[in-house]
């Protein structure tokens, strides 16, 4: 349904969301597993939760996205769902084999109340668990956070389990190694973070990794646990690592101090590397802690962003944009189109992403010349009305950000997640210097092509 009935008028609401900016939990805790090799994500809850966040992933990725359910009925929703998931881990690994079972909570079994780690350990003494075999979980209850929050859980679950001090090194030289968190990300934006690494020479353990696993090549034979993921040898070792880098605050930023609290691993949190200042401070502190120079290839591909950046500035100095979208996203974004002396003039993310945060985003914002006005946690429904009050430019935002640009007649970039309608994002990163000239061509393609479709015959232009 378009949404060409929302008002203008702006009423105070404290229990109401209309047109969430986010998702559930469980879904980003699932994105998250299978970011490990050989692992299978499983949905402590009902087969309707389960579907849905497998069919939001694959509605995303283009690919099958493989999951397991407790399948609660009348029964485990009395009396709990321990016999489901006692049962389902024996099934798993007896019909599917993985390497780890990921078992994330839902709004149900929260509720209730099921004892995970209980469960988990009498099904290990049951026999259910092979000894060469893991179970992780975390709790992700739907009615609280978002998909980030999910996100950063389950990842925060990978270091409770896994990492060991001065453990499991996979070789004599991993202790040389820096791990890396990369955030809520596309699988081709972990690529690009792990070529950038590789042409500095840095060993890196990457942790959640989808690249590979949700970007695959077509082989003609279907793979169930495909050759990509972080291994659990790599998870083990990443307690014995030289420090770790997370990329972005929200996402990334529990699993980093859990594991500098637990094996002692120093932490640093930087924004995700979108756009030419935060991947210049990424590349710098890989370079700082990793003790290396920064080759002549990145510093070439820098010039290159700079240089298309000077290029591109004409069209967009001054312009007016909406950003709604996920908090780490959000907050690069808007520290890049700052620096391209554009005005992101409203900023809303649903996830509930806590004052500190609130703040560094008016920081970043503070020299834009007009008002900028920010909900955290707000809606699109907001949203919405702030741009019926007075338009923008553009809109960058998930799928369902693309209603509002109809109804409005607004320029659209899709960007985040979810983007249904779309094909082509988890195979083209938006990190790094070539991710940002990548989404630069994107911006400028949506501006020119509003500039070319409201040109008549004689005002169209062949250069622009």
């Excluded at 493989?66 to 690994?93: C, M, Y």
Aim: net charge neutral.
């Amino acid at each position: 349904m378009l949404l060409n009935h929302t008002t203008a008028e702006i009423k105070e609401r404290k229990a109401l969301t209309v047109n969430p900016a986010k998702t559930c939990q469980p879904i980003g805790a699932m994105y998250a597993a299978l970011g490990i090799h050989g692992c299978m994500p499983h949905s402590h809850g009902s087969q309707g939760c389960y579907a849905y966040h497998r069919s939001a992933l694959t509605r995303h990725y283009k690919e099958p996205v493989i999951a397991a359910t407790s399948a609660f009925t009348e029964g485990a929703s009395v009396f709990g769902g321990q016999a489901n998931l006692l049962q389902a881990i024996d099934n798993i690994f007896t019909v599917y084999n993985p390497d780890v079972i990921a078992v994330h909570t839902t709004c149900l079994s929260e509720t209730i109340g099921d004892d995970i780690p209980q469960i988990i350990n009498k099904a290990r003494a049951d026999g259910k668990i092979p000894d060469d075999k893991y179970v992780i979980h975390t709790n992700t209850p739907s009615y609280v956070g978002s998909h980030v929050t999910g996100f950063a859980n389950m990842v925060k679950g990978m270091v409770d389990y896994f990492s060991e001090a001065g453990g499991h090194p996979i070789d004599r030289h991993k202790e040389k190694s820096i791990n890396i968190i990369p955030g809520f990300v596309e699988p081709s934006d972990m690529g690009e973070i792990k070529r950038i690494a590789a042409k500095m020479k840095i060993r890196i353990i990457l942790f959640p990794d989808t690249e590979n696993v949700l970007n695959g090549p077509m082989t003609g034979r279907y793979k169930m646990y495909p050759d990509g993921g972080v291994t659990v040898d790599q998870l083990k070792a990443t307690g014995s690592s030289m420090g770790t880098l997370a990329l972005g605050q929200l996402a990334s930023s529990a699993a980093a101090r859990a594991l500098d609290v637990k094996c002692k691993v120093p932490c640093e949190i930087l924004n995700l590397p979108i756009g030419l200042h935060a991947t210049d401070i990424f590349v710098d502190t890989l370079r700082r802690i990793a003790g290396v120079n920064v080759p002549d290839s990145l510093t070439i591909e820098r010039g290159r962003l700079v240089d298309i950046i000077t290029d591109m500035h004409q069209y967009f100095y001054g312009k007016r944009v909406g950003l709604v979208g996920d908090p780490d996203q959000l907050l690069s974004l808007a520290q890049f189109l700052v620096a391209l002396d554009m005005h992101p003039v409203y900023i809303v993310t649903g996830t509930p992403a806590g004052k500190k945060y609130e703040k560094a985003l008016r920081e970043t914002v503070k020299d834009v010349p007009c008002e900028v006005k920010i909900q955290v946690p707000g809606d699109m429904f907001l949203f919405h009305q702030w741009i019926k009050q007075e338009s923008v430019d553009l809109i960058i935002g998930n799928t369902y950000a693309k209603y509002i640009a109809k109804d409005e007649d607004i320029p659209f970039v899709r960007y985040g997640f979810p983007i249904f309608d779309r094909v082509g994002h988890s195979y083209f990163p938006t990190v790094g210097y070539r991710g940002g000239m990548r989404l630069l061509e994107k911006i400028l393609d949506a501006i020119l092509d509003r500039k070319d479709r409201d040109s008549d015959d004689i005002t169209t232009e062949l250069v622009m």
